[in-house]
């Protein structure tokens, strides 16, 4: 059971809290919609309360305002950690009516999502090369304790880290993590890192957020060392999307300049599963030189390309560093290709490839979210250990890349006829993967 401290200051922080507007539920994974179940029919009576708790790390700056608790777009020179509680619908929405919300791919309402809660636990400084972790406070040791009780009383004791792109501020990144821990199965414990982009299109056009990004990276770095230390997590992975691939790709980087050296497992080490990129504005070229790092920290890599995402095209057009990650790629020199087909760990999903079977394409920077079939990946990959064959995708004439076939529905309900999430094995061993080159 999780600590008895923790409801008593959510009780205290939703007095201060006025409940700053948040994006609604994303629309139903076609997983639920297609096979008829919820995520939420497996979770026991005494377990069924609407709200969910997430936890967050930030290099955002507090704002002064005694009254309320608030992070604003200012960079700050530490990482602010605590805990926020993300509410589903209105407080007269029943468990039985979200759960039938989380099932339908049609609803007949919108879900409004409401931070109800938040609390800061305290605030530590990051580690680097030359300098060690510093927690004076010791919120770090509180909100350890706290998350592994919540590690140890889920019924999967991985963890996500969700990093969201640009534009998105503090509160939307808590419920963009609560909405893909619920579609889950609330089985899991999720954290949000939120690094301080501003929500400007002008701030990110002119490279100033994407010099916050990378800025922000080495917290998110400091952050995955503390995890791997001091957390009983089986797996840690992340999700990141658009500009979020930023951070996340320097911070994979650097964790693995920190502590690569002869006869380390780093995958041992850091027990990094599934790294999601979701329509990631990531340089083609910077991302293809971190990716023996990324390969060698992570159990696998799934990468999502589309020819009709307007933002990326923009991107492209006006910022420069030429193709994104996030875009199909055209012509790839030879050493590109090298450094792919080395990547044994590398899955990529083309949400656009074979659209005129489908009938209809992918599109846009949101997909990933906004899109049932796309949105079933993302929760798949992360949620179970399967493959892509076995998450009901398409082989291609490539071997790392698959794609979203028009019998997708139908592919999943031969799978995963079950009407349940797939639960991991627990005696599966860290590498144990299944094959992904099976056909």
Request: aromatic letters at 8%.
């Amino acid at each position: 059971m999780k600590k008895t401290l923790t409801p008593l200051i959510f009780g205290v922080a939703l007095a201060a809290c006025s409940g700053p507007s948040v994006q609604p539920l994303m629309p139903t994974p076609v997983l639920f919609s297609e096979l008829q179940f919820s995520p939420m029919d497996h979770i026991p009576e005494a377990q069924r309360w609407s709200p969910r708790l997430v936890y967050y790390a930030t290099t955002r700056q507090r704002k002064n305002d005694l009254q309320r608790l608030d992070y604003g777009n200012n960079e700050a020179n530490d990482i602010s950690v605590g805990m926020t509680l993300v509410g589903f619908g209105s407080p007269q929405l029943s468990w039985d009516k979200l759960s039938d919300y989380s099932r339908e791919g049609t609803r007949d309402n919108t879900v409004d999502l409401s931070i109800a809660g938040l609390v800061e636990i305290g605030r530590f400084q990051p580690s680097s090369n030359e300098t060690a972790l510093f927690d004076q406070s010791g919120a770090l040791a509180w909100l350890m304790n706290d998350m592994n009780a919540a590690i140890e009383a889920s019924r999967d004791d991985d963890l996500m880290i969700y990093v969201h792109g640009a534009k998105v501020n503090f509160y939307n990144a808590n419920a963009f993590a609560a909405q893909l821990d619920h579609f889950m199965g609330r089985d899991m414990t999720s954290i949000a890192f939120s690094w301080p982009t501003r929500q400007s299109i002008v701030a990110y056009g002119s490279g100033s957020d994407v010099r916050r990004a990378y800025r922000a990276a080495p917290a998110l770095t400091s952050v995955l060392e503390t995890l791997a230390e001091n957390s009983v997590a089986r797996r840690i992975h992340i999700v990141c999307w658009s500009a979020g691939g930023r951070v996340v790709t320097a911070a994979l980087k650097e964790l693995y300049d920190r502590h690569a050296s002869d006869g380390v497992d780093l995958r041992e080490k850091f027990r990094l599963g599934t790294i999601y990129y979701a329509a990631a504005d990531v340089p083609q070229s910077e991302f293809v030189d971190a990716l023996p790092a990324i390969n060698a920290l992570s159990s696998r890599t799934v990468v999502t390309v589309s020819s009709k995402d307007g933002a990326l095209d923009m991107a492209k057009l006006f910022m420069g560093g030429g193709a994104r990650i996030g875009q199909r790629a055209k012509n790839l020199g030879a050493d590109t290709l090298e450094a792919i087909a080395a990547a044994d760990r590398l899955e990529v999903v083309d949400v656009s490839r074979d659209w005129e079977g489908r009938g209809f394409d992918i599109t846009g920077h949101r997909y990933w979210f906004d899109h049932p079939w796309a949105s079933t990946d993302v929760l798949l990959s992360i949620r179970s250990d399967f493959s892509p064959l076995e998450r009901g995708l398409a082989p291609t004439d490539q071997q790392m890349l698959w794609s979203i076939p028009a019998d997708y529905p139908q592919r999943l309900q031969e799978r995963l006829g079950r009407g349940e999430l797939p639960l991991r094995s627990d005696d599966m061993g860290f590498d144990a993967l299944p094959d992904q080159s099976e056909r």
